[in-house]
């Protein structure tokens, strides 16, 4: 089932995420997240952005190994990385930051560069219910990050310059007001 996307201004995106039990009903909802996910045509999508306040994130960044900029073994990874990430915990982020153009579903229409760390390191349970501890490079590492950063009530929008921010208020502030044109449902704060 596809779920309408929280955007910008819901009380939900900002809220720290709480830890959820592995059960049927959430492999279920995991389901749906990646249903929702394809529909909006994303790589990443936390629960939060459908609004539910729980720990779990999916990713599937295979659109981006379509890249030409993409070397032969990143392109590999992407193809073969879709994931789900059940109450993930980070242990370490490392290497250089860098910048890259990030957007968000909740923040349809707006694309900035974002500085991450290359890397990072997380303890997370599968779709199996299985906990792994893995460490992520590159694009990978900065679509985790950015789905991460969601169950921590944490926008990409956020981590700007505050110039840059207070520049985007008011593309902001139409889409929390719902003056927004996309191809997927969307739920708007009440005003």
């Known amino acids: 089932m596809i779920l309408p996307i929280a955007a910008y201004g819901m009380p939900v995106l900002k809220r720290v995420a709480k830890p959820v039990e592995y059960n049927a009903q959430l492999r279920h909802f995991i389901d749906d997240m990646f249903e929702t996910m394809y529909h909006a045509e994303g790589v990443g999508l936390a629960a939060p952005q459908v609004n539910q306040s729980i720990r779990v994130f999916v990713i599937d960044p295979s659109p981006y190994a379509r890249w030409e900029a993409i070397d032969e073994q990143e392109r590999k990874m992407l193809l073969n990385a879709k994931k789900v990430f059940i109450n993930p915990q980070v242990i370490e982020q490392s290497g250089n930051m860098w910048?890259?153009?990030?957007?968000?579903?909740?923040?349809?229409?707006?694309?900035?560069?974002?500085?991450?760390?290359?890397?990072?390191?997380?303890?997370?349970?599968?779709?199996?219910?299985?906990?792994?501890?893995?460490?992520?490079?590159?694009?990978?590492?900065?679509?985790?990050?950015?789905?991460?950063?969601?169950?921590?009530?944490?926008?990409?929008?956020?981590?700007?310059?505050?110039?840059?921010?207070?520049?985007?208020?008011?593309?902001?502030?139409?889409?929390?007001?719902?003056?927004?044109?996309?191809?997927?449902?969307?739920i708007f704060p009440k005003h």
């Open 99 to 186: 910048s890259f153009e990030e957007g968000c579903l909740s923040i349809p229409g707006i694309y900035e560069k974002v500085k991450r760390p290359q890397q990072i390191t997380l303890r997370y349970t599968d779709i199996e219910g299985i906990e792994h501890i893995e460490s992520f490079d590159g694009i990978l590492a900065r679509i985790i990050q950015h789905e991460y950063d969601h169950i921590q009530g944490i926008l990409f929008t956020d981590l700007l310059p505050p110039l840059k921010r207070r520049l985007l208020s008011k593309k902001l502030e139409k889409i929390s007001k719902g003056q927004v044109q996309v191809n997927y449902k969307m």
